[in-house]
């Protein structure tokens, strides 16, 4: 899919300023398959096509966010701040990493240049949640043995607690406060993140799928969990500005012989550094 992707682009980026064949001075990509007669066209500039997942396996995606990359903002797509009209960065990255994949596209780009949230965003839009490989999203592992490091609160019929007694990482997570039939319990805190993607993980011990956590994001039912599951990664996409996450755990039924518990822990909100200056180098500078 990389393979195909990146030929289509430079192809097209090629054409753009050239209107002296027909076909030509546009962002279309057209192909004819000579024995059926079949013609395909594909337009990464609007990408109508229905996005597919995930992303890295199909060449459409990985056209599209190259392109993307690769173009100016437009009135479309304000959002767009990075632009590579050059191909600079695009052919540095193919001569000095010779990646075989969209994912060794992008490690080489993080080994080479910046602009962590425009790729987090160019990526996730064409299904691709990778992660940010230089600098780590803002983590919450519990490991001030309280609730101090974000703004967390919690509510209902018993409080989430930090339990010492099994974590995903270090010495702490954060546990659902114990409660009886018919109560609920909430943990849930606000965050100013960049676009890109939260993680979390998450253990129950519920002995029923009656009793279970649910997560929200900004009051909107994402997933739910129940029974006994180990430290289980989730992943959620999250758009720029402050994004409310919450989890409430509800007992709805009497069981015995579970833990009748939740525990959160290495919660990730994706939080990017910025770079100093956010335009591309040109030519001299790769």
Same mark, same amino acid.
């Given at each position: 899919?990389?393979?195909?992707?990146?030929?289509?682009?430079?192809?097209?980026?090629?054409?753009?300023?050239?209107?002296?064949?027909?076909?030509?001075?546009? /962002?279309?990509?057209?192909?004819?398959?000579?024995?059926?007669? *079949?013609?395909?066209?594909?337009?990464?500039?609007?990408? %109508?096509k229905k996005p597919k997942s995930p992303g890295e396996f199909y060449e459409h995606m990985n056209c599209c966010a190259l392109w993307d990359v690769f173009d100016e903002a437009t009135i479309f797509e304000p959002r767009d701040t990075l632009s590579d009209p050059?191909?600079?960065?695009?052919? &540095?990255?193919? !001569?000095?990493?010779?990646?075989?994949?969209?994912?060794?596209?992008?490690?080489?780009?993080?080994?080479?240049?910046? *602009?962590?949230?425009?790729? /987090?965003?160019?990526?996730?839009?064409?299904?691709? +949640?990778?992660? *940010?490989?230089? &600098? =780590?999203?803002?983590?919450?592992?519990? @490991? #001030?043995?309280?609730?101090?490091?974000? $703004?967390? &609160? %919690?509510?209902?019929?018993?409080?989430?607690?930090?339990? =010492?007694? /099994?974590?995903? @990482?270090?010495?702490?997570?954060?546990?659902?406060?114990?409660?009886?039939?018919?109560?609920?319990?909430?943990?849930? $805190?606000? $965050?100013? !993140?960049?676009?890109?993607?939260? #993680?979390?993980?998450?253990?129950?011990?519920?002995g029923t799928a009656a009793n279970k956590v649910t997560f929200y994001i900004n009051s909107v039912k994402k997933a739910e969990y129940s029974g006994l599951l180990e430290w289980k990664k989730v992943a959620f996409p999250v758009d720029g500005g402050v994004n %409310?996450?919450?989890? %409430?755990?509800?007992?709805?039924?009497? /069981?015995?012989? @579970?833990?009748?518990?939740?525990?959160?822990? &290495?919660?990730?909100?994706?939080?990017?550094?910025? +770079? @100093?200056?956010?335009?591309?180098?040109?030519? =001299?500078? $790769?």
């Amino acid at each position: 899919a990389f393979r195909e992707a990146w030929a289509t682009l430079f192809s097209i980026a090629s054409q753009m300023g050239d209107k002296s064949y027909p076909g030509s001075g546009d /962002t279309l990509y057209q192909d004819i398959d000579e024995p059926s007669g *079949y013609t395909f066209t594909a337009d990464p500039e609007w990408d %109508t096509k229905k996005p597919k997942s995930p992303g890295e396996f199909y060449e459409h995606m990985n056209c599209c966010a190259l392109w993307d990359v690769f173009d100016e903002a437009t009135i479309f797509e304000p959002r767009d701040t990075l632009s590579d009209p050059g191909l600079f960065m695009i052919w &540095t990255i193919l !001569c000095d990493y010779q990646p075989e994949d969209i994912i060794d596209f992008w490690d080489g780009w993080f080994k080479r240049f910046e *602009y962590g949230p425009d790729m /987090t965003r160019i990526f996730r839009d064409h299904q691709m +949640p990778f992660q *940010y490989s230089i &600098t =780590s999203p803002t983590i919450e592992g519990f @490991e #001030t043995g309280d609730f101090g490091a974000f $703004v967390w &609160t %919690t509510r209902g019929d018993a409080p989430w607690t930090i339990s =010492s007694d /099994t974590a995903h @990482e270090g010495s702490f997570s954060a546990q659902a406060g114990a409660i009886a039939y018919k109560q609920s319990t909430t943990l849930e $805190v606000d $965050v100013n !993140c960049d676009d890109g993607w939260m #993680t979390f993980r998450c253990k129950t011990s519920t002995g029923t799928a009656a009793n279970k956590v649910t997560f929200y994001i900004n009051s909107v039912k994402k997933a739910e969990y129940s029974g006994l599951l180990e430290w289980k990664k989730v992943a959620f996409p999250v758009d720029g500005g402050v994004n %409310t996450f919450t989890w %409430t755990y509800t007992r709805n039924q009497i /069981t015995g012989g @579970e833990a009748d518990a939740v525990w959160l822990d &290495t919660i990730e909100f994706p939080i990017w550094p910025k +770079p @100093e200056d956010s335009a591309p180098p040109d030519a =001299s500078d $790769v």
